[in-house]
């Protein structure tokens, strides 16, 4: 979200409540997470992509994954094909969340197994607001990228 976006947001938002007095569920969010996979690991490290889309009127924000495949997961961001740890991703109302190719993604080390093409891995996404969401990521083949098909 840019900062004009963000500004007519809270616009909008403090209008609504001048005109309903006052709603609790005006700044919820509502997520939902599509479009997950893992490319099968080739050593004792993984990453793990997705797509949060906000449908909710309340932003929120992905602080943390977990899941039983590692106990060292991070979540990181690709700037200059390097890739950087994070506190966390923005959700924002209306938006969305990218974890793709190249870009954004979520980082397993130290494996404790290794998953094959076809598996499917469980993992906890963890977010500010919305609390705990819990997908299973299908493990595709290492090169799997679901825009250049
Ligand atoms: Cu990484």
Do not use: W, Y
């Amino acid at each position: 979200m840019n900062r004009r976006t963000a500004l007519a947001g809270v616009l909008a938002l403090t209008t609504g409540l001048a005109l309903a007095g006052c709603s609790s569920s005006s700044d919820t969010p509502d997520l939902q997470v599509i479009g997950g996979f893992m490319p099968q690991p080739v050593n004792d490290m993984a990453a793990g992509f997705l797509v949060v889309q906000n449908h909710g009127t309340g932003d929120d924000r992905l602080t943390s994954v977990t899941s039983p495949l590692s106990d060292d997961i991070t979540i990181h961001e690709t700037r200059d094909q390097v890739m950087r740890k994070v506190a966390s991703f923005d959700v924002p109302a209306g938006g969305e969340l990218n974890l793709e190719r190249g870009g954004n993604h979520i980082m397993f080390m130290k494996l404790k197994r290794q998953p094959k093409q076809g598996q499917k891995v469980s993992v906890e996404l963890h977010f500010e607001k919305a609390g705990a969401i819990e997908v299973d990521l299908p493990v595709k083949e290492t090169t799997h990228n679901p825009k250049k098909q």
